[in-house]
């Protein structure tokens, strides 16, 4: 019998998380893995001296699903010997767009247009505004702003008049804020890849159900089957080996000149794929941890 730690996020109920990666939990015992569930609130290590430590008793597992965001936990328990998929350096690379979006540049991944906001240790609008006038030019209204991190659609707005983007640009005082090309090809739908060491195991298609320009399943998205093309198949698997990922949700637009990266997820809702799909991606997983 093989041990397998699960980590997710502790703002999520366990049997919460339980029904919803039921499959998961029936596919570990079918490889005969023992799964122990933790929330990230109750991996207990902390840094002593020399050395990563755990006070909650030895963490002897083979193997360790990380369905969090947290890339520090991910970095201790890796220093404590433990294989973590996804690895930290994935966390940290996917988890703030600014460190996703140099990464796929570096990668010669094609990317929507982007400006990072300069960091400013007071702020003041006077000293981006030459900066944010240039990015306007540049990208043409509207625009999509990005904080650097967020998820399910949260932190991001479609800015139509130069006023809007300086008023969420002043909400949050400039801190850790990206300018975006708005991909109208693809408004109010995107594409979402499954990769898995090196392999497309499915994809989906993600549809507003409102007019919303995002089209999260959170907001209320329409979800359906979607079989990638070539392109897109090379472009998702490319984006994932980039941000060191050995699973990852890749979400495409397609613009005029081709399809984009928007975001590469380390960690994501799968049970909408299974639902939506009925690819067993659950086993495909397992089968990952269950190899050496």
Known sequence: MKNLLVVFNESIPDEKFKEKNARLLEMAKKYNFDV????????????????????SGNLNY?????????????????????RVINNSRAFLLCENKANLYQE??????????TFILPALN????????????EAINELSLPIVIKKWYGESGE??????????????????????????????????????????????????????A???FRSNA?????????IPTIVETKLAIEATNAMGCDFAVVDMLRGVTGSLVCEVNPTANLYNFYNTTKVDI???LIRLCAKK
């Open 36 to 55: 122990t569930l933790k929330s990230n609130s109750e991996v207990y290590t902390f840094l002593n001296t020399n050395s990563v430590k755990s006070f």
């Open 62 to 82: 083979d193997c360790c699903l990380f369905f969090d965001h947290d890339a520090y936990l991910a970095k201790n328990l890796e220093m404590l010997g433990m």
């Open 104 to 113: 796929m540049i570096a990668h010669k991944i094609s990317i929507p247009k």
């Open 122 to 133: 007071v702020y003041k609008r006077e000293g981006i505004e030459k900066f944010v006038n």
């Open 155 to 208: 932190g991001v707005y479609l800015a139509k008049r130069k006023e809007d983007v300086f008023a969420v640009i002043d909400k949050f005082k400039g801190e850790g804020i990206l300018l975006q090309e708005f991909i109208a090809e693809s408004a109010g739908t995107d594409v979402r890849i499954v990769v898995i060491k090196g392999k497309v195991i499915t994809a989906l298609r993600r549809e507003s």
């Open 210 to 212: 409102d007019g919303n």
């Open 218 to 226: 959170s907001l209320g998205g329409r979800l359906t089957p979607y």
């Open 282 to 284: 659950y086993e495909h």
